[in-house]
């Protein structure tokens, strides 16, 4: 059996609530991801998936529980070098980009804090934003000028920037348009095959994450209420909350990422 590049085990986070107890954003949450595959995780809001998400980075600390990468333990605090192979993409890039940096000055910053020689570094953003399907042209563009997609596409390229191995996408989609959504879908898909990459596909929307990921888990109130390979939890969902959620998302139209057109040669919607 292959072994996971990560796992956890029995993790809990609990968040102080002034003159009330604890809210329990994590309650014994287990998983593992394996080498190359999208790990689903669906909730609705306050289920604890994107807190999952960052503590399996080490951005949030576990009061509880353990995480480990290739076999090592990263918590409570993961060594300096776990931050190459492990990065994040965010929900918003207009929230997440700095609006005062250029598309250029914002890679320039992260390979120059991750090493890459000066001589070298141009050439790498040219390759990052070719990757990402974004013209030269952007290079001097602050992140108001550009489209969601686009914007989405250079968080995308930030985390590519040190060639990490594994990236939690965290609702990498839900803040843009239905047809630049199957864009960028098809993007991260692509760059998957291409770099060998490992997903957690962290989202609201059952129907996307199932058509993204080969395994998922249902997370309700901080906890996992169902889990298996994706297409047995969407054609037999056993939990009511994976039900209710596969109906939310079957009453929007979701195109399937593989059969929409890429985008137009002028850099992304």
Partial sequence: MTPPLLDATDLVVR?????????????GVSLEVLPGETLGVVGGSGSGKTTLG????????????????RGEVLSPVPPPSFRRRAQIVFQDPLDSLNPRRTVESTLLEVLTVSGVPRDDRSARISDLLAQVGLHEAVRGALPHALSGGQRQRV???????????????????????????????????????????????????????????????????????????????????????????????????????????????EGGR
């Fill in 15 to 27: 968040f102080p609530r002034r003159g009330g107890e604890p809210v329990t954003a994590l309650d």
């Fill in 54 to 69: 960052r503590v399996l980075l080490g951005l949030q600390r576990a009061d509880e529980g353990v995480v480990r990468y």
């Fill in 155 to 265: 968080g995308i390229a930030r985390a590519l920037a040190v060639g990490p191995e594994f990236l939690v996408l965290d609702e990498p989609v839900s803040a843009l348009d239905v047809s630049v959504q199957a864009q960028v879908l098809n993007l991260l898909l692509d760059l998957q095959e291409a770099l060998g990459l490992t997903y957690l596909f962290v989202s609201h929307d059952l129907a996307v994450v199932q058509r993204m990921s080969d395994r998922i888990l249902v997370m309700e109130a901080g906890r996992v209420v169902e889990r298996g390979p994706a297409r047995e939890v969407v054609l037999h969902a056993r939990h009511p909350h994976t039900r209710r959620l596969l109906a939310a998302s079957l009453s929007a139209a979701h195109p399937r990422p593989r059969e929409e057109s890429r985008d137009s040669p």
